[in-house]
């Protein structure tokens, strides 16, 4: 493995584990549900600049590793983001294009269909009440991503893409 390799395997890596501490950051119950799913933002970036670096395959051990940092159900975010990734993967060519207004309405899809997916997984186990704390996250995600692509944009400016 090269040095421009491994220094980009790097910095992929770091993003991700700096995502995954943004999930977990303890927050107040009120802020906890405005609270994005950081790590599917940070994939779907990675997944539509880079998508020959990344796949469905490292979306799918991400995922696997969210399962276990979290404590859910093993596979839960592990298939979701498989599926997530497997979307971003089929409309990447037109999405990395659009405007960031589609965008934001490509993200919002995206995190609305994780959020369906975890909550039917976790229904099967442990019927829950389907309220608007569901939308929540979704929203916050949405917004925020302008932001958060910009930020990831501009460091992987720095970074060449080989």
Known sequence: ?????????????????VAMGLNVLPLSPALQ?????????VLIFWLLALPYKWGIF???????????????????????FAIVSYICLKFYK???YFPILQQALFI??????SHTL????????????????????VISGTLIWPFAG?????????????
Do not use: K
Request: charged content about 10%.
């Open 1 to 17: 493995m090269s040095d421009q390799n491994s220094s980009d395997l790097f910095f992929y890596l770091f993003s991700v584990i």
């Open 33 to 41: 549900f405005w609270n994005p799913d950081w790590v599917l933002l």
């Open 58 to 80: 490292s979306s799918w051990l991400v995922g696997l590793l969210m399962d276990v940092l979290t404590g859910r159900l093993l596979g839960q975010q592990a298939l979701i």
């Open 94 to 96: 037109r999405v990395r």
């Open 108 to 113: 919002f899809c995206c995190l609305v269909l």
């Open 118 to 137: 975890a909550f039917g997984i976790n229904n099967i186990h442990n019927p829950a009440h389907f309220g608007w704390e569901f939308l929540l996250p």
């Open 150 to 162: 910009m930020v990831l944009r501009s460091i992987n400016l720095n970074q060449p893409v080989g």
